[in-house]
T-cell receptor, first 110, second 114 residues
């Protein structure tokens, strides 16, 4: 069965404490892997798209990487405003829609 | 518009009632998607429109759910005979063209069935 699994479910960090979030996928014909940020009461906000293994993208304190089985979202020296739920999603095969994981709820303490 | 607009932002309805949820996509975006998100879960795909037609409705859970996009812009998600299990946040997203992955989401409609 095609799956997207995110870990951990929740993560608490001290401000400045770097860490990584994981997104593993078991789908055939990956056509793109997406990272979104979601704040409470809001819709997902696009962060990155990765298309092929070895690709990396960066935005401020965030860096996303992709292998053939998983993606990592690295957060360097996080700040409290980075607190949010981070969602991973894939597009695969002939599908046009995103298939999401359950997300990682990140809390950054001051 | 500047973003994807969804109305109402909150809807409380009684079990068995009919509801309509509206999505106004970004102007010029030809692709429109509906998702449903339960607490603590990622969004779950419902239906995808390319222009006026439903290109993929494989995510609709049953025939109580229906969606239209008559003029290729605004879309309405319609739920008949609502059940308590329909309670969730319903998200709409749009993208500029088919095969484009620039999905922009609205803030959603929180539906509560009591």
């Amino acid at each position: 069965e095609d799956q997207v699994t995110q870990s951990p479910e929740a993560l608490r960090l001290q401000e400045g404490e770097s860490s990584s979030l994981n997104c593993s996928y078991t789908v055939s014909g990956l056509r793109g892997l997406f990272w979104y940020r979601q704040d409470p009461g809001k819709g997902p906000e696009f962060l990155f798209t990765l298309y092929s293994a070895g690709e990396e993208k960066e935005k401020e304190r965030l860096k996303a990487t992709l292998t053939k089985k998983e993606s990592f979202l690295h957060i360097t020296a996080p700040k409290p405003e980075d607190s949010a739920t981070y969602l991973c999603a894939v597009v695969f095969g002939s599908a046009r829609q995103l298939t999401f994981g359950s997300g990682t709820q990140l809390t950054v303490l001051p | 518009g500047a973003g994807v607009s969804q109305t109402p932002s909150n809807k409380v309805t009684e079990k068995g009632k009919y509801v309509e949820l509206r999505c106004d996509p970004i102007s010029g975006h030809t692709a429109l998607y509906w998702y449903r998100q339960s607490l603590g879960q990622g969004p779950e795909f419902l239906i995808y429109f390319q222009g006026t037609g439903a290109a993929d409705d494989s995510g609709l859970p049953n025939d109580r759910f229906f969606a239209v996009r008559p003029e290729g812009s605004v879309s309405t998600l319609k739920i008949q005979r609502t059940e308590r299990g329909d309670s969730a946040v319903y998200l709409c997203a749009s993208s500029p063209a088919d095969r484009s992955y620039g999905y922009t989401f609205g803030s959603g409609t929180r539906l509560t069935v009591v």
